[in-house]
């Protein structure tokens, strides 16, 4: 009878264990004390927002890659050549202005043989020859003086087109109206607009 007692006395501290609730620690309870009474007095800081407020559109900065000119160089095309002397000139590596460049240069020596005497459009300019048949020690010094000369206020609606680099075309009307050749290439009339190839200088011609 005694057993049974102590086991009935054991299940029932057991059971009152585990039926009692476990009281929060008490700076929990303190807490929870606080916020309530914040609440209540209405000092609980919170953020409202209009109805018709947008999210503001992300930032996105525009990067482009940058031509140097070690790596035209290196290339050592004529379409290398072209792109040097608008990088020279600061004028924009367009699509028109590149155009422009490879048509004018394939009317000046041909595209077969375009670094005649280092000097792809006959530039008179540092040459040496006043009328255009001198030469450069290299490719890289025809485009320096190349891009001077159109710089150098003796041609500034060629200047503009460049800059302006939207259109081959009107840049190829401003080189003809120019006093850069005689024969003005007879006004269009000795300008091709055929797609261009694209020529391998030697390297020596280069300074490599």
């Known amino acids: 009878m005694s057993a049974l007692f102590s086991t ?3 299940f029932g501290i057991v059971a ?9 620690p008490a700076d929990l309870a303190v807490a929870e004390a606080s916020l309530a009474a914040a609440t209540a007095r209405d000092e609980v800081q919170r953020v409202d927002i209009a109805g018709d407020a947008t999210q503001p559109a992300a930032s996105r900065e525009s990067y482009t890659a940058s031509t140097g000119p070690e790596t035209l160089i290196s290339g050592g095309t004529n379409l290398d050549w072209a792109k040097l ?7 924009p590596l367009t699509e028109a202005n590149v155009t422009f460049m490879m048509r004018w240069m394939r009317q000046e020596n041909g595209a077969d043989n375009w670094w005649n005497r280092n000097n792809p459009l006959n530039n008179g300019q540092g040459s040496g020859g006043g009328s255009g048949l001198g030469s450069y020690p290299t490719l890289v010094e025809a485009a320096y003086y190349a891009a001077e000369n159109l710089k150098s206020g003796r041609y500034p609606a060629v200047d503009a087109a460049l800059t302006r680099g939207d259109s081959a075309d009107a840049t190829a009307q401003a080189i003809w109206a120019s006093p850069w050749a005689s024969s003005h290439y007879g006004y269009g009339t000795h300008w091709s607009s055929r797609p261009y190839e694209v020529i391998e200088a030697p390297a020596s011609a280069w300074g490599r």
């Not at 009152?16 to 929060?24: E, G, H, K, N, V």
């Not at 002397?85 to 004028?91: A, T």
């Open 85 to 91: 002397v608008l990088v020279e000139g600061g004028w």
């Open 8 to 10: 009935a006395a054991v």
């Open 16 to 24: 009152t264990l585990a039926l009692a609730p476990i009281a929060p």
